[in-house]
């Protein structure tokens, strides 16, 4: 197993290696790993090349070769990564509020990014999202009720049976369930009071896929 400063000075030379063709300078080095001496990484490259992690490319000065890289990391670095992810997934983050969304009959999504809401990271960790009020009923068997906020994540593409933000004739907006079917697409509310929609597809953009809720007590 490798030490920390180890598997450290190992991956940076491996990524360097790989983006430039290079090896490496000392000075970078000492920074990569935090060392202020260059004594202390002729140590680091000694242990790791005598543990048949890299070797020294003879006639050429500096040149060092990544021969493999550890199954594992250092428990160490295993540990910090957890602590940095647990302080992410206890974050938030503001998203834009883009105003309200009738969940019931289809209205004008009104984007006003002077708004903002606060969400846990973890639920807009990857990609672009933003927040619309709920008006309306016609989404509570899926649990979305009348004054929630949805959080959306944007992208102009969903998936058969996803919850969407729809924008129909480019000046409606309503979350339904998409339903796909050739030159058409339907609209489908989860409460069994409202009609589902069957519109042309070419009338309608997709703004966003439902990933989660907020709701206040």
């Known amino acids: 197993m490798l030490t920390e400063k180890q598997y450290n000075l ?23 790993v935090g060392l202020k001496s260059k004594s202390g990484i ?20 500096r040149a ?16 910090e990564e957890k602590k940095r992810e647990q302080a ?18 289809p209205i004008e999504a009104i984007a006003d990014e002077t708004e903002t809401v606060s969400v846990p ?27 929630d906020t949805a959080i959306i994540r944007k ?13 129909i004739d480019n000046n409606e907006a309503t979350l339904k ?9 339907k609209l489908v509310p989860c409460n069994k009071d409202y009609k589902t929609r069957t519109i042309e597809a070419s009338r309608v953009k997709i703004q966003g896929v439902l990933s989660g809720i907020l709701r206040k007590y």
């Open 42 to 61: 002729h140590a680091l490259i000694n242990a790791l090349e005598e543990r048949n992690f890299i070797r020294r490319l003879k006639h050429r000065a």
């Open 121 to 147: 990271f973890e639920m807009v960790s990857l990609g672009q999202y933003y927040a619309l009020k709920i008006e309306g009923d016609s989404m509570i068997e899926a649990g979305i009720l009348d004054g």
């Open 88 to 105: 992410l997934q206890n974050s938030v983050v503001s998203i834009p509020l883009y105003g309200k969304i009738a969940a019931g009959l």
């Open 177 to 185: 369930v998409l339903k796909k079917n050739g030159d058409t697409v």
């Open 64 to 79: 060092l070769e990544v021969i493999r890289l550890p199954r594992f990391k250092p428990q160490a670095i295993v540990e």
């Open 10 to 32: 190992l991956m940076f030379i491996n990524k360097i290696n790989k983006e430039t063709g290079r090896c490496p300078s000392f000075d970078e080095m000492k920074e990569a």
């Open 155 to 167: 992208q102009n593409q969903a998936d058969d049976g996803k919850i969407v933000v729809a924008l």
